[in-house]
């Protein structure tokens, strides 16, 4: 059970795409066209929740997401939205509603299994205890993308949107990103990246990690 003050809807419109991992507790922008965007206006109108869940090889969809609050959407044409969103928590799909009279479908949700990602007991993020690889890679990272100012907020990041951070934006395999966006708690985040980005860096496998 999540905890009585934090609202987390039991059932959601749910959109669909193929893209970066959302994950909890970071902010992202995410371009929606057709149907997807149909759904995401209407969220935005009503109640501005939604869950954004990735479609993977021959379009069939995940059954984990990410409930997200809308915080901007932009219409950028006729068949396209651009949403700006806050992750809020990971969730499993349980089912689909079909409401009548209403063209869209609900995702009914669960939240249990990714209950970590709504714990405020998080560690503040200690820079002289993370991996420092990790530490580079982001800083690298941040300064190659132009980001320079958000250098100096690194240290006031809870130590798991740290490392939510670097799961959406570092760049890596499909197989490695779907991998680390299930993963709960923040050691087994911290240890799996430290090994796909090195491997990567280097040039080795890093399917050790898989078994």
Do not use: W
Not at 66 to 84: A, G, H, T
Not at 148 to 177: A, C, Q, T, W, Y
């Amino acid at each position: 059970m999540h905890p009585p003050h934090i609202d987390l809807p039991p059932m959601l419109l749910a959109s669909y795409f193929a893209g970066m991992v959302i994950m909890p507790h970071c902010k992202c922008s995410v371009a929606l066209k057709g149907h997807q965007g149909e759904i995401a206006r209407h969220a935005y109108k009503t109640s501005r929740d939604l869950a954004l869940i990735q479609t993977k090889y021959e379009h069939k969809a995940y059954k984990k997401g990410c409930y997200v609050k809308i915080d901007e959407l932009e219409e950028v044409d006729d068949s396209i939205v651009r949403l700006k969103v806050t992750g809020i928590s990971r969730f499993t799909s349980t089912n689909i509603l079909k409401v009548q009279n209403f063209k869209h479908n609900f995702l009914e949700v669960e939240y249990d299994y990714f209950k970590n990602d709504y714990d405020e007991t998080k560690s503040i993020l200690n820079l002289e205890e993370i991996n420092p690889f990790l530490l580079n890679y982001m800083m690298a990272f941040l300064l190659d993308v132009g980001m320079h100012s958000e250098i100096n907020g690194i240290d006031n990041l809870s130590m798991d949107k740290f490392l939510n951070s670097l799961i959406m934006v570092m760049p890596m395999r499909d197989i490695e990103r779907d991998y680390l966006s299930e993963l709960t708690t923040t050691k087994e985040k911290e240890d799996a990246l430290s090994v796909i980005l090195r491997d990567n860096e280097i040039g080795l496998t890093s399917n050790q990690i898989f078994h």
